[in-house]
């Protein structure tokens, strides 16, 4: 096993599980924080001896349900979702974040796939980037969520499910 240290919170035990099938959909909507995430993402894959992850690239956060059940169902042991929701001045955010978070966990608990959740929901630019793992951000969400779903897939299998 790896270890990650994120800028906050306590040590990741990554799991070396070069067998599992792992895939990745991303947004592109608020590319920089979005590559950002999937940068963090590919990391932790890498540490965890995958080598060829499944990427998927969408035009935004809504969609990443839909992507996450197809690649679900298609044999993955863990899917990954990473991207970004920025609160404006309508209800526009809250039916976004509502409709993809109600969205991924209707894939994981559908499928029984671990989905990673690496969505950001945040108030301005600022906090995105801090929670992006871009240089000087405090935390790296892509790479908390990979290490979160692989790790759940782990624990599956260990269950003997």
Do not use: N
Request: glycine letters at 12%; charged letters at 15%; aromatic letters at 4%.
């Amino acid at each position: 096993m790896s270890t990650h240290a994120p800028h906050t919170g306590p040590q990741i035990q990554v799991p070396h599980v070069p067998h599992l099938r792992v895939a990745v959909v991303a947004a592109r909507w608020h590319e920089e924080i979005t590559t950002g995430l999937l940068d963090g993402a590919l990391r932790a894959l890498a540490d965890a001896g995958i080598e060829e992850p499944q990427v998927v690239r969408v035009p935004g956060s809504f969609e990443l349900p839909v992507a996450a059940g197809r690649l679900a169902r298609g044999g993955f042991d863990a899917v990954v979702a990473l991207g970004m929701v920025l609160q404006g001045t309508t209800a526009h955010f809250e039916y976004v974040c509502h409709g993809v978070t109600a969205g991924l966990t209707q894939v994981a608990t559908s499928t029984g796939v671990p989905v990673g959740f690496g969505v950001l929901t945040c108030s301005d630019e600022a906090q995105a980037r801090d929670r992006a793992g871009l240089p000087g951000s405090r935390q790296d969400v892509g790479y908390e969520a990979t290490v979160a779903a692989i790790s759940t897939a782990v624990a599956l299998a260990g269950a003997g499910v």
